[in-house]
């Protein structure tokens, strides 16, 4: 087992947060009735994707019957419908879909991975929950770091979890003042990656027409250009 697989196997077993421990349980408890023959995961869920990724796709939080029942972050819910369709169309992802586990998907030059790993009630974890969080996702990039060269925010929660996480790996301080979050901001840095943003691929979201598929295959023409791929 390589390094990034051992990190994974360790964030499975978090039980730092009574709270996200407690919800995640009983979520997978209770679950869905449109799963309710299945087994969920029920814990925390680890990153996916390429261990030498120039590019990071960063996240929220794992959704209650999504991650949190497959076991695979974005899988199994409309936001992951919605993201890995885009990342097909850029060539990013090798099929559209996302729906078990075990469904044959495999990313190129992309690693996804959650700001917190657990799923929080109401999708809001605390900042405590957040900052106790942070050191899964530091050694994650400190893994990344000889290939890594953009980290795509999914909303504002991975957008102000990114500069914490890149002053602690690459031991550089955070610019200030700190960049505005936008759908389609993007900052660059000496010696770290570029930081694109992008609204979050929440249901939400995409039914209000706030993000679109078009606006979804921009950010990821930009994240490739700046990826070099």
Known sequence: ???????????SACRACPRLVAWREQVAREKRA???????????V?????????????????????????????????????????MHRAGLANQALS????????????R??????????????????????????????????????????LGAFAWGAW???MSSVY?????RPRPTFGHGALWRGDGVPTVIGSF???????FTGKLTPAMLDDVFALVKAEAGL
């Open 46 to 86: 680890p990153g996916f994707g390429a261990s030498d990724a120039r590019i990071l796709i960063l996240g929220l939080a794992p959704a209650a019957h999504g991650g949190n029942r497959t076991g695979r972050i974005f899988t199994g819910d409309r936001s992951g419908d919605v993201l890995f369709a885009a």
């Open 34 to 44: 449109a799963f309710k023959d299945e087994v969920y995961w029920g814990r925390p």
């Open 99 to 110: 729906v078990s586990i075990d469904d044959g998907l495999k990313l190129v030059d992309v």
């Open 1 to 11: 087992m390589d390094a990034l697989a051992k990190l994974d196997a360790q964030i």
């Open 163 to 165: 500069w914490p996480t």
């Open 112 to 153: 996804i991975a959650a700001s917190v790993r657990c799923a929080p009630p109401d999708n809001k974890p605390t900042p405590e929950e957040r900052d106790t969080c942070a050191s899964w996702l530091v050694q994650e990039v400190g893994f990344l770091k000889p290939t890594l060269r953009v980290v795509l925010t």
């Open 171 to 175: 031991s550089v301080s955070p610019p």
């Open 200 to 206: 979050h691929v929440s249901q939400q979201n995409i």
